[in-house]
């Protein structure tokens, strides 16, 4: 079945540094990547959505500038989270999408500033 | 994203009950799935409806998708102290492909 790879699973940063989280599709090329967000007790929220090649189409509020999404190629979104804070420590999760079959979506990884 | 209602949002039961979740969304979908999460883990795929069917069976699991009503139903029945998770309804709407997700519903299953 259709595989993604997210890694790191979990992070510590210092406050102000910047930390970047890879998702690879392993064995299927994922038209369009998906990156969510959540904070404890809560649910699975839309950061953005990334088709391969062009530019990532940001959810309302969510800083584009901050967030950045590079989706260069058709296996491989990162999502780097730039002068990170502590109130962005949260549960990033990614999700691909194959044409013609849905979506599968990565283990996670825990963000942790301090 | 427009997030669906997931009703109850926290449910406490005993070793050996059937435990019912519910979701509701917004929009026509192409097919809706379950998956659940252990505490602060990663996501696992339960079960998947397609838009077409209304009751799905896997194991201990059920799932209905009444699509007049939008709505979704999973039941876990003979629920068991591991079954302690919160548990999404995923829908993806014809046009978008978006995954969207409902407010999810925290089960504790005591032993």
């Known amino acids: 079945g259709a595989v993604v790879s997210q890694h790191p699973s979990w992070v510590i940063c210092k406050s102000g540094t910047s930390v970047k989280i890879e998702c690879r599709s392993l064995d299927f090329q994922a038209t369009t990547m998906f990156w969510y967000r959540q904070f404890p007790k809560q649910s699975l929220m839309l950061m953005a959505t990334s088709n391969e090649g062009s530019k990532a189409t940001y959810e309302q509020g969510v800083e584009k500038d901050k967030f950045l999404i590079n989706h260069a190629s058709l296996t491989l979104s990162t999502l780097t989270v730039t002068s990170a804070h502590p109130e962005d420590s949260s549960f990033y999760i990614c999700?691909?999408?194959?044409?013609?079959?849905?979506?599968?979506f990565g283990s996670g990884t825990r963000l942790t500033v301090v | 994203s427009q997030q669906g209602e997931e009703d109850p949002q926290a449910l406490s039961i005993q070793e050996g009950e059937n435990a019912t979740m519910n979701c509701s969304y917004k929009?026509?979908?192409?097919?809706l799935q379950w998956y659940r999460q252990n505490s602060g883990r990663g996501l696992v795929h339960l079960i998947l409806i397609r838009s077409n069917e209304r009751e799905k069976h896997s194991g201990r699991l059920r799932v209905t998708l009444d699509t007049s009503k939008k709505s979704s139903s999973l039941l876990i029945t003979a629920s068991r102290a591991a079954d302690t998770a919160s548990y999404f309804c995923?829908?993806?709407?014809?046009?978008?492909?978006?995954?969207?997700f409902g407010r999810g519903t925290s089960l504790i299953v005591h032993p």
């Open positions: 929009t026509s979908i192409n097919n």
């Open positions: 999700s691909a999408r194959q044409l013609g079959y849905g979506y599968t």
């Open positions: 995923v829908s993806s709407s014809g046009g978008s492909y978006i995954p969207t």
